[in-house]
């Protein structure tokens, strides 16, 4: 049941196995990962056996018949890149949403890794504005970070608002079910903000079929790519949620009767999720590509597959917590880390930057021994007392989220709440720093 | 004739080639794809079918793509210029390829094969030799490369003739050898080993019987690892398993370091490549990069050369015990090997283990701890490769697969607490979980004795009883409270973190404290059990806590200062003036 329409493009019409998400044919000079359009939707060959091969369609095979038409591509996914795709949102297939055409040339997504010995070691600070981030965990350009966060957290504002001050020249949003709230909440802010030229949207909302989330971050990031490597920008890519798109190959693995490891999910989850992630890099022409991630957790459990294989692959996390104290949102600075903030404070960042971090992180947590010593019915002492208080100074003007100051400011502050409720002897930093600082804000 | 066959089937980089002629496990082939020749390796043959597991990505490949059978295995290069290289699992030479990303099919030349080496003949013309005897020398930065007897070549050679001193490249023939059967055989400075076979060109393998010095305390002191020894290192994400793989590099007492980046980040590997040409070797004064060999197989790098890396290394380290010297052998992580062999017995439908991993898992694991050891070569000398693997447990659980299965065959166990990554005590090696059953060892216990100071090995158990006996009176304050237990508990509890603060935690960001000699060792440790000793007494349990703080204070000023230098021995005055003033709260007391 073979027609030729092109000389290479033959038109298929008789499959012989139909599932939830794949359905098989015969058929010859196939290559691998190659795509299909099957009954008109997108598909991709996911197993070459002899003759048959077996397609994975993307938006789910409700209603496919044994006679539906398949035509091979004989290409594998691509998105058409170039200027053209600054200011625009795309579907899962890189498809303008809105319409039209892309200006620009093709390129397969999902390319080969940088080779490490051509990499440069991140080296450059992105200030964000808000305190727990900069001053206890700095962002770094060629880094890879996710906000772990359960599903009631504000991280997806969060992530706009870093987004938004972080001084990127390009900012590539992937969506992976996304709800349709939360995209038209980014378009706005980004709109509002009058950063829209800057911003490239590939969007798969819960309105869509799960697995098309799998070809999202690929498009995103070949879009990364593009501007970091030919035009040297610096590109910040937000992928949201991993969770969801980890799910949406958890479908696929069990789709193919794939055996299950931990917490239903592939065995080759470390692989599949590092693969997007090492494509953050600092180029030695100056372009660099900072991926910003949400793995939402259930329950705040970062045992679970996807939050566990992901802390492997990054470099450090973010947490969020709702701070009761001051019915705030705050960065929690025990849980979250930056692997690379070391590469940049105190050396891009004022001298005593890490001290101060240190010192205040430090009494942060003396403050949480004397809360629960006070919990538990014992006397405090007048250091519990005075290390309460400034926990709560110190929630509330530098660890919450809506605050928006330069490091210089940050240190300020902290000195100031260290003078406030506390002898130099006891925050324990470098006297010549207590010299030169903490006299000066007073 | 090499035989060809014809590929059939495709999931992902699983291969099915069909072919007539023969074919053998493990066997090297490549695929023609358009211009480029994609590696593979079989592993599993059914039929006329060999299933083949690719190194590189299968998109586009088509069936019916021709495929070459090469006749041997995996193999790796072995000759001078390897120190200081930066390769892939395969062995190529990552710095030879062209542009920043890596090009499929593109393999390139482990070793120089233009580079002059000096050489100077080291065997004479009708020696008796085997393989693995040394033949000649040539300087490899500053370490003296041996040029052997290939390890392929099986029973005793006759040395014919031999190139005078002189430079020359490594594809020359050094030495013309004949067999029982008087065939001759040209001999060059380069040969090729299977990476997945040992290399046993050595006369015996003893149990290790002294230790590897690390610099660290932690290790040295409490759980010391011997030379040619096996231990490893499971830890969560975040507790600190790569600084104290880097800090181990950097400070072990090895003439040379191979490190298998297997499966990890990527700004990991370009730490090293950014450091290490700067950083100095404590011991030689020369540059750390001089000295160590980076096998990078970072996680966004192919699957299945992933599981080749940490072959690769180990033949490499092999090689290189083979001419004598101490070799320190790092992987990080094994897990990630581990994760790549579950994904192809996954796509071969193979019945699987615990949690999807492959049933021999714990097998292939043992053999492979099994390659690393001390040995005695024919020649009488002594060469050794020491292995420590890290291991990244899901979940941070302990109880998996991949954890379980090392710590049957590795004899010491580092583990990394998290709780102790939190509070920032580092290195986060768990003083209690962690062992060494390397100090259970007569021949062990014997050397450190002899060579760190008498009874050493009985202080060390003093100290991790301490700790044990701290630990246990923390748990009781914590229920009862503060004032809710004899003042004993609080003593009990303070030398405990005496011995935590001093011996256990270490600066490894500090230019002094991160490393630390034996003697140093020895010094602190006896200092530290001297005041342990002491029988202290307090009005309240409030002074306990600020009082030890001092002495730990003074202690640490000691730690962060050179070795007997003023600053050491000032601070060490202000330590013996704090501990005169209990004595004399003593012995006003006891009048």
Known sequence: ?442 | MNTIGNVTGIIANLVIVETEGTTAQNEICFIKHGGTRLMAEVIKVVGNKSFIQVFESTRGLKTGSEVEFMGHMLEVTLGPGILSKNFDGLQNDLNKMEGVFLKRGEYTEPLDMDKKFEYKPLAKEGDKVQAGSWLGEVRENWIPHKIMVPFKFAGEYTVKSLKKEGKYTPDETIAVLTDGDGKEHKVTMIQKWPVKVPIKAYKHKPRPFKIMETGIRVMDTLNPMAEGGTGFIPGPFGSGKTVLQHNLSKNAEADLVVIAACGERANEVVEIFTEFPELEDPRSGRKLMERTTIIANTSNMPVAAREASVYTAMTIAEYYRAMGLKVLLLADSTSRWAQALREMSNRMEELPGPDGFPMDLSAIIANFYARAGFVYLSNGESGSITFIGTVSPAGGNLKEPVTESTKKVARCFYALSQQRADSKRYPAIDPIESYSKYLEYPEISEYLNENISENWTDSVLKAKDILLRGKEAYEQINILGDDGVPMDYHIRYWKSELIDFVILQQDAFDKVDASSSLERQDYMLHKTLKITDFDFSFDSFEDVGPYFKRLINALKQMNYSEFDSDKFKKNEKELETMLKEQEKEEAKEEA
Request: net charge negative; no cysteine.
């Open chain 1, 1 to 442: 049941m073979e027609k030729d329409t092109k000389a290479f493009q033959r038109v298929y019409t008789k499959l012989f196995q139909l599932t939830k998400a794949t359905v098989s044919l015969s058929a010859k000079g196939i290559g691998y990962d190659e795509l299909a359009i099957v009954d008109g939707r997108l598909a991709q060959v996911v197993k070459i056996m002899g003759d048959i091969v077996t397609l994975q369609i993307f938006g789910g095979t409700e209603g496919i018949a044994t006679n539906a038409e398949v035509i091979f591509a004989g290409k594998p996914p691509s998105l058409k890149v170039g200027e053209d795709l600054a200011g625009r949102f795309f579907n899962a297939y890189g498809e303008p949403m809105e319409g039209g055409d892309i200006m620009g040339d093709e390129r397969e997504i999902g390319g080969p890794s940088v080779n490490p010995v051509r990499r440069m070691q991140p080296s450059e600070f992105i200030p964000t504005g808000i305190a727990g981030i900069d001053l206890n965990n700095a962002l770094v350009t060629g880094q890879k970070i996710p906000f772990f966060a359960d599903p009631d957290q504000p991280y997806n504002q969060v992530m706009a608002m870093v987004a938004l001050r972080a001084k990127a020249d390009k900012i590539i949003l992937a969506g992976m079910g996304l709800t349709r709230d939360d995209y038209l909440y980014f378009k706005n802010v980004f709109d509002n903000a009058g950063a829209l030229d800057r911003i490239v949207g590939f969007i798969n909302t819960t309105e869509d079929p799960p697995v098309e989330r799998l070809l999202v971050p690929d498009m995103a990031l070949s879009a990364a790519e593009y501007f970091a490597v030919e035009k040297n920008e610096k590109v910040l890519v937000l992928l949201t949620d991993m969770t969801l798109y980890a799910d949406a190959l958890s479908i696929v693995s069990n789709r193919m009767d794939q055996i299950p490891s931990k917490d239903s999910m592939p065995g080759s989850l470390y692989s599949d999720l590092a693969r997007l992630y090492e494509k953050a890099v600092q180029f030695p022409d100056g372009g660099s590509i900072t991926i910003i991630a949400v793995t939402t957790l259930s329950g705040g459990d970062i045992t679970h597959a996807v939050p566990d294989n992901t802390g492997y692959i990054t470099e450090g996390q973010l947490f969020l917590r709702k701070d009761s104290d001051i019915g705030k949102v705050i960065v929690d600075p025990f849980r979250s880390l930056s692997r690379l903030k070391q590469l940049v404070i105190g050396k891009k960042t004022r001298e005593d930057h890490p001290q101060v971090m240190n010192a205040a992180v430090r009494l942060y947590a003396d403050a949480a021994n004397a809360k629960t010593k006070q919990e538990n019915g014992f006397d405090l002492t007048d250091y519990d007392e005075r290390s309460l208080k400034f926990a709560r100074d110190y929630s509330e003007k530098l660890l919450a989220i809506d605050v928006n100051i330069d490091t210089d400011q940050m240190l300020e502050t902290a000195y100031g709440l260290f003078s406030k409720y506390f002898k130099p002897a006891e925050v324990g930093i470098r006297q010549e720093f207590v010299d030169k600082f903490w006299e000066k804000e007073k």
